[in-house]
């Protein structure tokens, strides 16, 4: 059976639980329990005669024997018991919970769905991309609000494609979620490592990914999301739960890739090195912090640069306010820009998040050793939101639209790089760049091979982007062609989505402001 068609088998089932109150969340979850018991059933038999890690009386062959309300008790003591377990396991069913109201659907599911298939001797590749869609399915649900901890499949692999992971070499996600970056990074190694030794593929299952998530259900579906792609096992948990930004962890690695929660309060406050803290009830002393911020965001830039061995790897999925935030966000910038080589910035379009309201950039920068002289030279900046309009079901992102941003990149050697921008020629105009409708800066030297004044990608030196007003990196150029000209107006549903977008967005920052009022107003402010 095809990726599509179990997508397809186990999802109409889930329409028929609906009528339960079961949530899409919930029925992945329970799928999730089920499918792990019966992939352990199945690695104790011929030809791979494992020990199985599920203790006797609790296994897949105890759950197809019993029917009816005998049926209901003991998978709700199964759960219960497994979720005390430790490793793996206890990861996987820690806080279970039957969510069945009915005993003959729980049956149907284990023996008519899951029972019939043959889970272990399908590939990787197979029941990695079955359970994928079934994660996807659920962040379309909008009201179940698992959109926020799944980033568009096509971005992931567009920015995986120029990271360029290397066999040996070790990634994080410090907000992992259902662990895209992370299936990615490992799918990009094996296909071009095709004939790896036993211990390399060991080192690529248990010493090469490490994940953190917060939310325990989400971690619970990234293990094992990242077991079936053949990523963990018993002895290693590929997953923390626990507050990434809390404290670092001592780990570093060659490659962090990661898309934080969007949202501007974190649950705790942070002490940067300059001994100050703002308000929040669980105070973290982060010495390795260049400054205090309660903006979530900016923390998580600076806990990435944290985590990167020195010449280490980093790409970032960051809102528009980690770009030209003043205070704490100001500092950030500066001090990322002498102490990182950061490289590269990806102006994201609007419509691809299920966590509406945001428009977003991917910041990719390299860690390096301390120096006077400040090592970024030049910020190159890949425009695909001006002009570009794209929706979650109507027109979706592909993987092809990323296409021009990989070849410009130059992921084998991004020291060789061609803009596709020069100012208009024949004009006699100066081009400039545009900040917030400001015309500021010099441009760099025209490409008579490029684009023109249409192109997307073009460099910002050093010097260019410490003089701008906060050290502003919300930078943009092109012409916004829907202004001028009614012709190139959007489809009104993209119009419509767009403007939906910005009043969320508009409320978010209310929020912010009337959270920020509401704190000082009772003395809390620091």
């Not at 061995?309 to 100001?330: H, I, M, T, W």
């Not at 004044?453 to 007003?469: H, M, P, Q, S, T």
Request: net charge negative; proline share 5%; aromatic share 8%.
């Amino acid at each position: 059976m095809n990726t599509s068609s179990i997508v397809q088998k186990l999802w109409n089932y889930c329409n028929v639980l609906r009528d339960d109150g079961m949530s899409y969340g919930d029925y992945v979850e329970q799928l999730t329990y089920l499918l792990f018991l019966k992939m352990a059933d199945e690695r104790t038999k011929a030809p791979y005669h494992q020990k199985s890690p599920v203790p006797e009386g609790y296994d897949w062959l105890s759950l197809i024997k019993k029917d009816g309300d005998e049926l209901f008790d003991h998978y709700r003591h199964t759960l219960e018991a497994l979720g005390n377990q430790k490793g793996l396991l206890g990861l996987i069913f820690n806080k279970s919970q039957n969510k069945f109201q009915d005993p003959a659907k729980l049956r149907r599911l284990i023996v008519d769905l899951i029972d019939k298939e043959s889970w272990v001797s399908m590939s990787a590749d197979v029941k990695g991309d079955a359970y994928e869609g079934l994660l996807e399915k659920n962040a379309q649900d909008t009201k179940s609000g698992a959109g926020q901890y799944f980033t568009p499949r096509p971005l992931i692999q567009a920015i995986v494609d120029v990271m360029v992971p290397k066999l040996g070499e070790t990634v994080s996600d410090p907000a992992c979620g259902t662990g895209g970056f992370l299936l990615a990074a490992h799918d990009y190694v094996v296909k071009h490592n095709p004939h790896m030794t036993k211990d390399q593929r060991k080192q690529l299952k248990e010493e090469t990914f490490k994940g953190w998530e917060l939310v325990q259900a989400t971690a619970r579906l990234c293990a094992m999301n990242m077991l079936l792609h053949g990523i963990g096992s018993q002895e290693f948990e590929p997953i923390v739960v626990s507050d990434s930004l809390a404290a670092d962890p001592g780990d570093r690695f060659d490659l962090v890739v990661t898309n934080p929660p969007f949202g501007k309060k974190s649950s705790t406050t942070i002490v940067g090195e300059d001994g100050k803290a703002s308000r929040e009830r669980d105070i973290v002393e982060r010495g390795d912090f260049w400054t205090t911020t309660s903006n979530k965001q900016l923390n998580f830039v600076q806990h990435v640069k944290t985590l990167l061995k020195q010449n280490g790897r980093a790409a970032v999925v960051v809102p528009d306010n980690v770009l030209f935030e003043g205070g704490a966000g100001e500092t950030i910038r500066r001090k990322l820009l002498h102490e990182c080589d950061v490289h590269t910035l990806l102006r994201l379009p609007t419509g691809l998040f299920y966590a509406q309201g945001v428009k977003a950039n991917v910041l990719f920068f390299d860690k390096k050793p301390a120096s006077e002289t400040p090592w970024t030279k030049k910020l190159w900046i890949y425009d695909l939101r001006t002009n570009m309009h794209f929706t979650l079901k109507t027109n979706p992102l592909k993987r092809a639209d990323l296409d021009e941003f990989v070849k410009c990149f130059k992921p084998e050697n991004r020291f060789n790089r061609t803009p596709t921008w020069c100012p208009e020629m024949d004009s006699g105009s100066e081009a400039g760049m545009t900040v917030k409708g400001k015309k500021r800066g010099n441009a760099p030297h025209p490409n008579p091979e490029g684009e023109g004044v249409n192109g997307r990608w073009r460099a910002f030196d050093y010097e260019e982007l410490i003089k701008r007003d906060k050290i502003n990196l919300d930078i943009f150029w092109l012409k916004d062609e829907s202004l001028s000209d009614s012709d190139n107006l959007p489809a009104p549903d993209v119009i419509a989505q767009e403007i939906v977008e910005d009043l969320e967005a508009a409320l978010e920052q209310f929020r912010e402001i009337l959270n920020d009022v509401d704190v000082f107003s009772k003395g809390e402010g620091l």
